[in-house]
């Protein structure tokens, strides 16, 4: 799988958009870029997934660029629940049955009131 | 629908004492996995299983056997525990449906505390 670049923190003010990149320049035709997140002490969520159409759901939206080798999380508003470290993720998927994560260092987003 | 649930939460044990730690799903999930994370780092995977029966090994797979009797259940076994493997536990679980991406999400239970000293 295809390895993610992330930035290793960033802060977000409270109610705006807190956009967090995500660099996968060696990433190959059939692999999707996943995003996780995992608040304090808890298990990792699911957030989003795409392949290179931008996509969009209840809690964030995903922007995945022409030549997919970069992405962006974007959270559009952001609240003090949503501090987090957030993981780019980059697996095969459709016809592999390899669904296994590979989870870096990630982002630790602080939203601040 | 309880999702993915560990057992136990927390635990302590001796360098060399031996314990299962339980995973259980009730999603009907084909695929579970066992990661552990270490402080300050990323979730590393243990093993995995693509269905009931079979096991494979992850990138940290030393010190550790797993099994997969039951679909639902997919159990961490630490035969002679060794304070390097003081950590947390993850489990998690996902639907899989080749040919598609849809609904491969992984869903992940709240995580096991495991002290060894």
Known sequence: ?113 | NAGVTQTPKFRVLKTGQSMTLLCAQDMNHEYMYWYRQDPGMGLRLIHYSVGEGTTAKGEVPDGYNVSRLKKQNFLLGLESAAPSQTSVYFCASSYSILGTEKNTEAFFGQGTRLTVV
């Open chain 1, 1 to 113: 799988d295809a390895k993610t670049t992330q930035p290793p923190s960033m802060d977000c003010a409270e109610g705006r958009a807190a956009n967090l990149p995500c660099n996968h320049s060696t990433i190959s035709g059939n692999e999707y870029v996943y995003w996780y997140r995992q608040i304090h002490s808890q298990g990792p969520q699911y957030i989003i997934h795409g392949l290179k159409n931008n996509e969009t759901n209840e809690m964030a939206s995903l922007i995945i660029t022409e030549d997919r080798k970069s992405s962006t999380l974007i959270l559009p508003h952001a609240t003090l629940r949503d501090t987090a470290v957030y993981y780019c993720i980059v697996r095969r998927g459709g016809v592999s049955n390899d669904y296994k994560l590979s989870f870096g260092a990630g982002t630790t987003v602080t939203v601040r009131a």
